[in-house]
């Protein structure tokens, strides 16, 4: 079954820590993507990736990190430096520079609280 | 700073009633236009998108959206929306050459009774 999977769906941490949220996709697709939705703000673009072990910065990326070492892989770590990081993370991925009229697709998400 | 504009934040409506979302966009160049929907508890699912060409597109659900570009919008409607339409609607806009990342309208969210 392809598709894209975040985990955990809830996540809990206290303030102070970093935390990883696992994004994976089985879809072969070359590109990846990290939002951050807020009610009333929409999804805004934390950082994304085109190729392997590349990636760059979105709208939000301040106290944020990711690595992309992997195709299948793109993980996101939310730092002690991000002054607000509850929120629901979304993971999304694109077939890329193959098909250039195409759309991404989402994950479940993860949605992080942090104490 | 491209940005994208959804002009409801939240619209409820009795079910068999017609719906016009609407959505602007600010940038002068090339665009693809979508429509992304949420139903409660789901994934964001693509409803409709518009690349090139026609520039009424039909989606899923009985959906359709109109490309205007002279006035930078891309509306969404339906003639008649049923209970199963609550969710919240987003509206988002890719711009050419800038590594196929999506800028995203605030969300409206529909509430339908029955």
């Known amino acids: 079954d392809g598709g894209i999977t975040q985990s955990p769906k809830y996540l809990f941490r206290k303030e102070g820590q970093n935390v990883t949220l696992s994004c994976e996709q089985n879809?072969?697709?070359?590109?990846m993507y990290w939002y951050r939705q807020d009610p009333g703000q929409g999804l805004r673009l934390i950082y994304y990736s085109q190729i392997v072990n590349d990636f760059q910065k979105g709208d939000i990326a301040e106290g944020y990190s990711v690595s992309r070492e992997k195709k299948e892989s793109f993980p996101l770590t939310v730092t002690s430096a991000q002054k607000n990081p509850t929120a629901f993370y979304l993971c999304?991925?694109?077939?890329?520079?193959?098909?250039?009229?195409?759309?991404?697709?989402f994950g479940p998400g993860t949605r992080l609280t942090v104490l | 700073a491209q940005s994208v504009s959804q002009h409801n934040h939240h619209v409820i409506l009795s079910e068999a009633a017609s719906l016009e979302l609407g959505c602007n966009y600010s940038?002068?160049?090339?665009?693809?236009l979508f429509w992304y929907v949420q139903y409660p508890g789901q994934h964001l699912q693509l409803l409709l998108k518009y690349f090139s060409g026609d520039p009424l597109v039909k989606g899923i659900k009985g959906f359709e959206a109109e490309f205007i570009k002279s006035k930078f919008s891309f509306n969404l409607r339906k003639p008649s929306v049923q209970w199963s339409d609550t969710a919240e609607y987003f509206c988002a806009v890719r711009i050419y050459n800038q590594g196929g990342k999506l800028i995203f309208g605030q969300g409206t969210e529909l509430s339908v009774k029955p």
């Open positions: 940038y002068g160049g090339t665009v693809n």
């Open positions: 999304a991925s694109r077939p890329g520079l193959a098909g250039i009229n195409n759309e991404q697709f």
């Open positions: 879809l072969n697709h070359d590109a």
